[in-house]
C-alpha cells in the first residue's frame, strides 16, 4: 500500500491538537495496513514519540525558508511514493505545499476557517462546520469538501468502551490542552481549591506541557486530592470516568462529547467560537470565553455550583447522548481515497 505522509505543526507553543488529529487519521488508515509517516517542526519528535501508542516514523523538517520546504517535502513524498500528504497546521505556508501539487500529489488540508492552504488541497476536510462550503469552492473550485460532524477525527481509544452514567463516575477532571499555551491550568487549580472541598480532582498535563513545577507547588499548597497525570495515554478513560471536566474547547470538547461528559469549555482561541456555541447549545456544557482576560473566578464558581446539582449534571450528560461519534477518520480516509490518483 502507498504511504500517507503528514505534515503537522506540533510543539509546546502550538500544543499537540494538530498532532492528536492526524493520529486518529493514521490509525484509521493503519486498520487497513496502510504505512503512514510524520513530518513535524522542529522538536516536535519528542513530542509524537513519548505516546506509548505511537508507531510510525517521525521526520522533523530541516529547511528554514518556504521555497525549500516546498523542494524538500516534494522530495520526500516523491520518494516514498506517497498516495497523499496531509497537511493539518495554521502556520505551514501555502507556498510549502505547491511542489506537491505540481508533483500530482494530492494534498489534505485540515482546516478550522484559516482558509490560508485551501488553494493548495485536492480535498479539504473542516468537521466544525459546513457554513464555508461555498468560500471553499471560490478560492478553489476543483477542491473536494468534507465538512461537517461526520468527518470528526477521533483517535481509536474513544472508539472503544461504553460511557457509564453519572452514578458510575467520580471527581472532576481539568485538561486545558497538551500544552496549555495560554498558563491557565495553574490559576485554574488555584482558584479551584478556593471554592471546592472534599471533591477528587484529576489535573491531566500533555507531553508538551513545561510548567510543571509551578503546578507540583499548586497542587502542594491545595486543600484538595489532587492527583496529576502527565502525558495522560488514555484521555478517553479520564473522560468517561468523570463526573464532571474543564478542559479547553477545541479537540477535547469533542471527545467530551463522545464520552457523554458534562462539561465548563474554556474557548482560548477564536477559531473554536462556532463550535463552542454549538455544543453550550445542545445542553450538555457551560462555556468561557477565554481568548482574552480569563474569569477565573467565575469558571471556579460554575464548577462549583454545578458540581452542588447532581440532577442537572445528569440533565446535561443526557442532553449529549447520541449527538457524537468517533468514526469520523474512517469517513476522511474514504474520501482520500477518492482524490488518490492510480
Same mark, same amino acid.
Given at each position: 500500500?502507498?504511504?500517507?505522509?503528514? =505534515?503537522?505543526?506540533?510543539?509546546?507553543?502550538?500544543?499537540?491538537?494538530?498532532?492528536? =488529529?492526524?493520529?486518529?487519521?493514521?490509525?484509521?488508515? /493503519?486498520?487497513?495496513?496502510?504505512?503512514?509517516?510524520?513530518?513535524?517542526?522542529?522538536?516536535?519528535?519528542?513530542?509524537?514519540?513519548?505516546?506509548?501508542?505511537?508507531?510510525?516514523?517521525?521526520?522533523?523538517?530541516?529547511?528554514?525558508?518556504?521555497?525549500?520546504?516546498? =523542494?524538500?517535502?516534494?522530495?520526500?513524498?516523491?520518494?516514498?511514493?506517497?498516495?497523499?500528504? &496531509?497537511?493539518? %497546521?495554521?502556520?505551514?505556508?501555502?507556498?510549502?505545499?505547491?511542489?506537491?501539487?505540481?508533483?500530482?500529489?494530492?494534498?489534505? &488540508?485540515?482546516?478550522?476557517?484559516?482558509?490560508?492552504?485551501?488553494?493548495?488541497?485536492?480535498?479539504?476536510?473542516?468537521?466544525?462546520?459546513?457554513?464555508?462550503?461555498?468560500?471553499?469552492?471560490?478560492?478553489?473550485?476543483?477542491?473536494?469538501?468534507?465538512?461537517?460532524?461526520?468527518? =470528526?477525527?477521533?483517535?481509536?481509544?474513544?472508539?472503544?468502551?461504553?460511557?457509564?452514567?453519572?452514578?458510575?463516575?467520580?471527581?472532576?477532571?481539568?485538561?486545558?490542552?497538551?500544552?496549555?499555551?495560554?498558563?491557565?491550568?495553574?490559576?485554574?487549580?488555584?482558584?479551584?481549591?478556593?471554592?471546592?472541598?472534599?471533591?477528587?480532582?484529576?489535573? @491531566?498535563?500533555?507531553?508538551?506541557?513545561?510548567?510543571?513545577?509551578?503546578?507540583?507547588?499548586?497542587?502542594?499548597?491545595?486543600?484538595?486530592? @489532587?492527583?496529576? @497525570?502527565?502525558?495522560?495515554?488514555?484521555?478517553?478513560?479520564?473522560?468517561?470516568?468523570?463526573?464532571?471536566?474543564?478542559?479547553?474547547?477545541?479537540?477535547?470538547?469533542?471527545?467530551? /462529547?463522545?464520552?457523554?461528559?458534562?462539561?465548563?469549555?474554556?474557548?482560548?482561541?477564536?477559531?473554536?467560537?462556532?463550535?463552542?456555541?454549538?455544543?453550550?447549545?445542545?445542553?450538555?456544557?457551560?462555556?468561557?470565553?477565554?481568548? %482574552?482576560?480569563?474569569?477565573?473566578?467565575? @469558571?471556579? /464558581?460554575? &464548577?462549583?455550583?454545578?458540581?452542588?446539582?447532581?440532577?442537572?449534571?445528569?440533565?446535561?450528560?443526557?442532553?449529549?447522548? /447520541?449527538?457524537?461519534?468517533?468514526?469520523?477518520?474512517?469517513?476522511?480516509?474514504?474520501?482520500?481515497?477518492?482524490?488518490?490518483?492510480?
Amino acid at each position: 500500500m502507498r504511504p500517507i505522509v503528514f =505534515r503537522v505543526s506540533v510543539s509546546p507553543a502550538i500544543g499537540m491538537g494538530h498532532l492528536m =488529529r492526524s493520529l486518529a487519521l493514521a490509525q484509521a488508515a /493503519g486498520s487497513y495496513d496502510i504505512p503512514c509517516h510524520f513530518f513535524t517542526d522542529k522538536g516536535g519528535r519528542a513530542l509524537a514519540v513519548a505516546r506509548n501508542d505511537w508507531i510510525y516514523p517521525v521526520t522533523e523538517v530541516p529547511c528554514s525558508s518556504d521555497d525549500d520546504e516546498s =523542494r524538500w517535502l516534494t522530495e520526500q513524498a516523491q520518494r516514498m511514493n506517497a498516495s497523499a500528504v &496531509v497537511v493539518d %497546521g495554521y502556520d505551514i505556508p501555502a507556498d510549502s505545499l505547491s511542489g506537491l501539487r505540481g508533483a500530482g500529489i494530492p494534498v489534505v &488540508v485540515m482546516d478550522d476557517g484559516q482558509l490560508s492552504q485551501v488553494a493548495q488541497a485536492s480535498l479539504v476536510v473542516n468537521s466544525t462546520t459546513s457554513s464555508l462550503d461555498a468560500q471553499y469552492l471560490e478560492m478553489n473550485p476543483a477542491v473536494k469538501i468534507c465538512s461537517g460532524p461526520d468527518y =470528526r477525527l477521533m483517535r481509536r481509544e474513544f472508539q472503544r468502551g461504553d460511557n457509564p452514567p453519572q452514578d458510575k463516575r467520580f471527581g472532576i477532571a481539568v485538561c486545558i490542552g497538551g500544552s496549555d499555551p495560554k498558563g491557565l491550568t495553574v490559576p485554574l487549580i488555584n482558584a479551584l481549591s478556593d471554592v471546592l472541598n472534599d471533591v477528587p480532582v484529576r489535573v @491531566i498535563t500533555g507531553a508538551a506541557f513545561n510548567d510543571i513545577s509551578a503546578l507540583n507547588e499548586a497542587i502542594k499548597a491545595s486543600p484538595l486530592a @489532587i492527583q496529576h @497525570i502527565h502525558n495522560c495515554q488514555d484521555m478517553a478513560d479520564v473522560w468517561r470516568h468523570s463526573k464532571l471536566a474543564v478542559s479547553a474547547a477545541g479537540g477535547s470538547q469533542f471527545e467530551l /462529547g463522545v464520552c457523554e461528559t458534562p462539561s465548563v469549555l474554556l474557548m482560548v482561541a477564536e477559531n473554536q467560537r462556532t463550535a463552542t456555541e454549538q455544543a453550550q447549545q445542545e445542553g450538555w456544557c457551560t462555556t468561557f470565553d477565554c481568548t %482574552g482576560d480569563v474569569p477565573f473566578d467565575e @469558571i471556579a /464558581g460554575t &464548577v462549583h455550583a454545578l458540581w452542588q446539582q447532581p440532577v442537572k449534571l445528569e440533565a446535561m450528560q443526557q442532553a449529549v447522548k /447520541g449527538k457524537y461519534h468517533a468514526e469520523g477518520a474512517f469517513n476522511v480516509l474514504n474520501a482520500i481515497a477518492e482524490v488518490i490518483q492510480p
